[in-house]
């Protein structure tokens, strides 16, 4: 019987090219990329960047934008129906927006993987797992978000909840589907013959080869979650004032609409940007790991 | 491109979100805000089932547009006794209800009788006074007699709580009594209510006793009237602006300026408007039972830039409780009603030991003041808890605020969880507004302040009995000065009466009954 030596026959493979080759050369993506990350920046250093503060209303309400006739050069981005500088609260707003999704995407995403995982390995889980996400992707996120805002009040903590669960059966679905096909893999099969443990299994093998797909759907998911979020806002359940949120922003500029739309269409943008520039990236990583369109 | 043109671009944006209303020649639709959880006049306080109650049935007194002089209504006349403590109304004899039948004394003892009924829970019930008895002398002639005098008798009785009920409709309705019909008397009868949609009356035809206030006394002069619940304020601007609908007072303030403009559109307004709104103080809470420090935040507060800034100058700044046009309003507090002054405002609170901190916030034996306000949600206290918190940051405030849904507002109102608490209610006199909020028995709500005061209380029962307008005005005049010099309200501001309508209707008077702009409606009618 001839020895087999593994690590050769390993080496011998062509080395797979990284994620970063494989990312489409589309110009597109990484002016996306780019723009997200300078929003992701900003939203950081938001205390730094902001000339005003935020909450700070003494200056005069309505003053458009300081390229628009009647700016004024000190308020770049004008002010509120307040007088708060627009562009202060709109560096705040994107980081209370961008908090809420990541937040929600981290707790759902977290939890949808988990139950996924268990639904697929654990077979006698996987029907009551499934049937509970099936009962709440019933529900649509924003009656998630009345009923908390209901129970524990409007703001960002009851607009995170709803998120978090309505992202999770999504996740769930996509989860439990990869990790199906990668319980059916000989490797795993090998795995249980050698007697490695449950958990050693999970962590080292199921989960690791899940996270491509699900980390792909949580990027296009990040930009929904964005859009729920800043709707949940525009309706008076996410942030409480005076934190400014983007969609709240927009819902306090629909009384100047017709005199100082700048005050609605400037957050409204930021919302459009944000969730354009993470369904271009979400596109991008989907086609760089999706080994079908790669060979096509 | 102009406002008009903009709002017909909104409008047809928005036209898909509205059920299509086909607004025939003699139908008119007007669109509000929110609708009533129900339509019984003992049980539904709000201004959403007062403005279709008024149309629906009548009352035995009905009020002028000046909001002080009493009218007939189903009563042709009235006595009242010297020591006021019994009233005689004489009633018309041609008044019937939308089935026909005709209404007689019975009817209006026993209206009254449900209305204090303890089982019929009313929250309302104080407004009918100490009740001894109310009987049928005859079947045109009622008695209306009181343990004790009660000088806004006839104001109260013109409310929509003392519309006319008919016995028979109550009991064959049970507890669907206003919510699947009411039979009255008034010049529009129930058709059909669509919940938080729209409510359908038709024209009563028989309708010849309306108030002597309108020149056309009945009937109506549109065949059908559609209240449509239209939530979104920009999208009832549109369904003017547009013909959807032909009137409506729920207007954006930004839209004033709009409906000049427009020749197609026309603005109605009534000087007599009282309805208010303040940020109530829970004064026994810590911190806020300083009455330095409640007076430092009335002080802080920028009445004039609310008005200017959110509400485009069209509402009064508001520095007292009730507006000074009202019935027993005390006018030697014009000189003295606490106004926007930051500096005062600043040196009282360093007076009174609250130091501010290197964040700019200010404490007091190491606590924080950061009184935690309860309110609505919904645009309008959003943006009214905003500039007030922006305007006590300036004097170095943390005001936290808490808005919760209007379904669970009330029952968060109803506890001791709160500092400071934003409201905004109608009153039709200084007494009525005093003896609702200011009573040491309406503690924990409507008196929500927790005020618990002897001399209020003796004065308001000397406001409440007075037989003459003099000693009424005397004593609530005492409450007003009493309440205003412990600062237990931040005034806001007060609430104009602004009707927008159809250039196709005939001009309009607005009345301002219970904040209900149409009342009647008699005066409603296409241009020929």
């Known amino acids: ?296 | 491109m102009n406002n008009e043109n903009r709002c017909a671009i909104a409008a047809l944006a928005l036209a898909g979100l509205m059920t299509a209303t086909a607004a025939g020649a003699q139908s008119i639709t007007v669109v509000r805000e929110v609708d009533s959880d129900r339509y019984d006049p003992h049980r539904s306080t709000a201004r959403g089932a007062s403005e279709v109650l008024f149309m629906l049935g009548d009352t035995l007194v009905s009020l002028d547009y000046d909001m002080k002089t009493i009218k007939p209504g189903l009563a042709e006349s009235w006595t009242q006794s010297p020591d006021g403590l019994s009233y005689v109304f004489n009633l018309r004899k041609d008044v019937q209800f939308c089935n026909g039948k005709k209404m007689t004394a019975a009817d209006v003892v026993y209206s009254i009788k449900r209305w204090i009924d303890p089982e019929t829970k009313s929250p309302v019930r104080w407004r009918a006074g100490k009740v001894a008895d109310v009987v049928a002398k005859d079947d045109y002639t009622v008695e209306y007699k009181l343990t004790a005098p009660f000088s806004e008798l006839l104001y109260q009785l013109t409310q929509s709580f003392a519309v006319v009920i008919d016995k028979e409709d109550v009991a064959k309705l049970g507890a669907d009594f206003g919510v699947k019909g009411l039979n009255g008397t008034g010049p529009f009868c129930w058709v059909e209510w669509k919940p938080r949609d729209e409510f359908r009356m038709k024209r009563h035809d028989a309708y010849k006793w309306g108030p002597p206030i309108y020149d056309n006394r009945g009937p109506a002069q549109v065949q059908e009237v559609v209240w449509k619940i239209v939530p979104e304020e920009n999208t009832r601007l549109a369904a003017l602006m547009t013909g959807q609908s032909q009137i409506t007072q729920y207007i954006p303030y930004s839209g004033f300026r709009t409906i000049r403009a427009n020749p197609n559109t026309k603005l109605i307004g009534s000087r007599e408007a009282f309805w208010t709104y303040f940020m109530g103080f829970k004064i026994d809470k810590a911190e806020v039972n300083d009455e330095r420090l409640r007076k430092a935040i009335v002080m802080a507060v920028d009445q004039g830039a609310i008005a200017k800034n959110l509400y485009f100058g069209e509402v009064e700044p508001a520095y007292s409780y009730i507006s000074q046009q009202a019935l027993d309003w005390n006018k030697k507090l014009d000189a003295t009603l606490i106004k926007t002054d930051v500096a005062g405002a600043n040196k009282l609170l360093d007076e009174a030991g609250f130091a501010r901190g290197a964040d700019g916030f200010r404490t007091r034996n190491g606590k924080k003041i950061e009184p935690v306000l309860y309110s609505f949600t919904g645009s309008t206290w959003q943006k009214l808890a905003e500039a007030v918190q922006g305007d006590l940051r300036k004097v170095g405030i943390d005001m936290r605020v808490q808005l919760f849904d209007p379904t669970i507002a009330w029952g968060k109102m109803a506890t001791q969880e709160f500092d400071v608490f934003g409201m905004s209610y109608p009153y039709i006199s200084a007494g009525d507004a005093l003896n609702l909020y200011f009573r040491s028995a309406n503690v924990p709500t409507p008196n929500r302040m927790n005020w618990k005061d002897a001399k209020t209380d003796a004065l308001l029962d000397k406001g409440m009995t007075a037989v003459k307008d003099a000693d009424r005005a005397e004593a609530y005049g005492e409450v007003l000065e009493q309440v205003h010099n412990a600062a237990l309200w931040i005034p806001l501001y007060h609430e104009p009466m602004k009707i927008g309508y159809s250039a196709k209707l005939a001009p309009l008077k607005a009345h301002n009954i219970y904040g209900c702009g149409l009342y009647k409606g008699l005066d409603i009618k296409f241009v020929k």
């Open chain 1, 1 to 296: 019987m001839t020895a087999i030596d593994i690590d050769q026959s390993l080496e011998a493979l062509p080395a797979r090219p990284g994620l970063w080759r494989r990312l489409p050369r589309d110009s597109a993506v990484w002016i996306s990329g780019a723009t997200l990350l300078a929003i992701v920046l900003a939203a950081i250093f938001a205390p730094l960047l902001a000339p005003y503060d935020p909450y700070e209303t003494g200056q005069p309400p309505f003053i458009p934008p300081s390229f628009m006739d009647g700016g004024m050069p000190q308020f770049l981005l004008g002010t509120d129906n307040q007088g708060r500088d627009m562009l202060s609260r709109l560096l705040f707003g994107a980081r209370t927006t961008l908090i809420t999704g990541v937040l929600a995407i981290v707790f759902g995403g977290g939890t949808g993987v988990v139950l996924g995982i268990a639904s697929a390995y654990f077979t006698r889980l996987s029907t009551p797992i499934m049937r509970v996400v099936d009962v709440m992707l019933s529900f649509p996120a924003i009656l998630f978000g009345l009923a908390f805002a209901a129970v524990i009040g409007p703001g960002t903590t009851a607009v995170v909840i709803a998120l978090s669960i309505a992202a999770v059966p999504d996740v769930a679905r996509i989860t439990r589907s990869t990790a199906v096909i990668i319980m059916g893999q000989e490797y795993m099969e090998a795995g249980r013959a050698i007697g490695l443990s449950d958990g050693y299994l999970i962590t080292r093998y199921l989960a690791l080869n899940c996270l491509g797909p699900v980390f792909v759907f949580l990027t296009l998911r990040f930009g929904q979650v964005i859009l729920i979020s800043a709707i949940l806002s525009f309706l008076g359940l996410g942030a409480r004032p005076p934190y400014a949120e983007l969609g709240m922003m927009a819902s306090q500029g629909r009384d100047a609409l017709f005199f100082a739309p700048h005050i609605a269409v400037i957050p409204s943008f930021a919302i459009f940007i944000i969730v354009l520039c993470t369904n271009l990236l979400g596109d991008s990583l989907r086609d760089a790991l999706d080994p079908r369109l790669r060979n096509s």
